[in-house]
């Protein structure tokens, strides 16, 4: 049951906090700046008003959400630093002298109570509105950009996730007492799940039972990221490693297992809008959708500025009249589109064509018009692994049984387009163009500082709800820089 009379407890100890929290600390920053009671509006729906016991406050674990984006750890450690650090304990709400939640009701948390797919839609339109209201948002430009999460499972087996984070425990443990050995379980030989499960819980037991080991910042941690492991992704470890996360390219080359988020940012540094899919979604789609999230939280958006992957004819159709559109034409976008409908879709990053069934062509070659006598123009032609064709389930209507090769060619032709080509060759496109580097930066604050670079759960909702707090905290960290140079 929720209750929602929830008040400030009084506390003889509470002058501790002004005597050991500046004013200037980042955490009471967050807590001036924000009225977190719109937290507690939003979740009002997700509990039952007159049933049950009281439940723990939808501010406070929303609060832990927001330290563990900041302070990248285990659920288990940031509740047991909770316990003695005074700034967590400000910031959650805590008088100095109370205990602290049990980790298992941030699991429960996001599962149960998290499952909105607007969170982060809000959140962020939460901290857009704090931002106008200060008047730190003065550019009407907005840059975008996707950057990559690597799912936690990196496309394994569960079972072998499980092994390789029950080997950094038993590693950790080692440094500290290598006789601890003796008393760990047999190891599970085999890939039955339900065995390495329970081979996890009883090498937990274990660890917790000596005393010793609870002093040594390495093995808790490592048991922490287990636990957590167990208890957040059990039903996602029985299914499959990470049934939400597909393989991605970052360039012809290169590939990951897992996530994009796509963002739009001011050009002072606020994301305004952002949306997580599966790695294998192409930029340029999700254009639409951030513009419309960035104005509807209240930005005024003349131009957006990215990339090549947005310069798909779509979008340049969309922007007309609407915004100026500062993305330059990618050597093959730029020559024309690909046939509506057929599902074939142009990844940006690796310069090749992806076919419906995710596979991506091997090479790439432009065919010219050897007729001077025929008006037609010069066309790229795609070849696909002819091998990966005849096995593929998608392949009846797209492949012919026996040919000994599968192409696609795209028309290097577009009248939109080369009104697009002209625009890039102004000053003016060059000079907007050069601000594009800053949500690089954006993105490498995101990855290096708030562990964005690895999934901390599996799943899209899971994904959302991660991005939906680092995102929430980025922003409220660049505010409160902003507003302290005004």
């Given at each position: ?12 100890f ?69 316990k003695?650090?005074m700034?967590?304990?400000y ?15 941030l ?32 550019s ?17 087996k ?12 038993r ?13 760990f379980p ?15 819980e009883e ?5 917790a ?15 922490g ?18 049934g ?20 739009a940012?001011?050009e ?26 960035s ?5 005024e ?47 940006k ?10 596979h ?11 007729d ?55 000053e ?15 993105n490498?604050?995101?990855k ?13 909702q ?21 507003k302290?140079?005004?």
């Amino acid at each position: 049951m929720l209750n929602g009379n929830e008040q400030a407890m009084l506390s003889d100890f509470e002058g501790l906090y002004d005597r050991i929290i500046p004013s200037n600390h980042m955490l009471r920053q967050f807590n001036d700046l924000v009225d977190f009671s719109f937290v507690y509006k939003e979740l009002h729906d997700k509990y039952c008003l007159d049933n049950g016991r009281n439940a723990e406050s939808p501010v406070r674990l929303f609060k832990y959400l927001i330290l563990k984006a900041m302070y990248e750890m285990s659920d288990g450690d940031l509740v047991e630093r909770s316990k003695f650090d005074m700034s967590f304990k400000y910031f959650l709400g805590y008088r100095p002298e109370d205990d602290v939640i049990s980790t298992s009701l941030l699991s429960k948390f996001r599962k149960l109570r998290l499952a909105d797919e607007d969170l982060m839609d809000k959140l962020l339109a939460k901290t857009v509105g704090i931002a106008l209201g200060l008047g730190i948002i003065k550019s009407k430009n907005i840059i975008v950009d996707s950057l990559h999460t690597v799912s936690r499972f990196h496309n394994r087996k569960a079972h072998e996730v499980l092994q390789e984070q029950a080997k950094k425990l038993r590693k950790a443990t080692y440094r500290v007492d290598e006789s601890i050995k003796g008393k760990f379980p047999a190891k599970v030989t085999n890939d039955n799940l339900d065995e390495h499960i329970a081979y996890c819980e009883e090498l937990l037991d274990v660890v917790a039972a000596e005393d010793k080991m609870a002093i040594f910042e390495s093995v808790t941690t490592a048991a922490g990221y287990l636990r957590e492991m167990l208890d957040d992704n059990l039903e996602h470890l029985r299914t499959s490693a990470d049934g939400g996360a597909k393989v991605g390219h970052k360039s012809a080359d290169t590939s990951f297992f897992g996530y994009k988020t796509h963002l739009a940012m001011t050009e002072e540094g606020i994301i305004t809008a952002a949306s997580v899919t599966s790695g294998e979604k192409m930029d340029g789609k999700e254009l639409t959708g951030l513009v419309e999230k960035s104005r509807a939280a209240g930005v005024e958006v003349d131009a957006v500025i990215g990339d090549g992957a947005y310069s798909e004819k779509e979008n340049i159709e969309y922007a007309k009249g609407n915004f100026e559109l500062v993305s330059r034409l990618s050597s093959t976008v730029t020559k024309g589109y690909h046939r509506e409908g057929d599902g074939f879709e142009y990844n940006k990053d690796a310069g090749m064509y992806v076919c419906p069934a995710g596979h991506m062509a091997a090479s790439k070659t432009k065919r010219h018009n050897k007729d001077p006598r025929r008006k037609e123009n010069p066309r790229s032609v795609y070849y696909f692994d002819i091998e990966k064709c005849k096995r593929c389930p998608m392949r009846e209507g797209c492949y012919k049984e026996g040919s000994k090769s599968k192409t696609y060619s795209v028309s290097i032709t577009s009248d939109i387009q080369k009104e697009h080509q002209k625009f890039q060759d102004t000053e003016r496109f060059k000079e907007m163009a050069s601000h594009r580097y800053k949500i690089e930066a954006k993105n490498g604050e995101l990855k290096n500082r708030h562990g964005y670079s690895t999934a901390y759960s599996t799943g899209l909702q899971a994904m959302r709800i991660q991005g939906a707090a680092v995102l929430f905290v980025a922003n409220l960290k660049r505010i409160v820089r902003l507003k302290g140079a005004i």
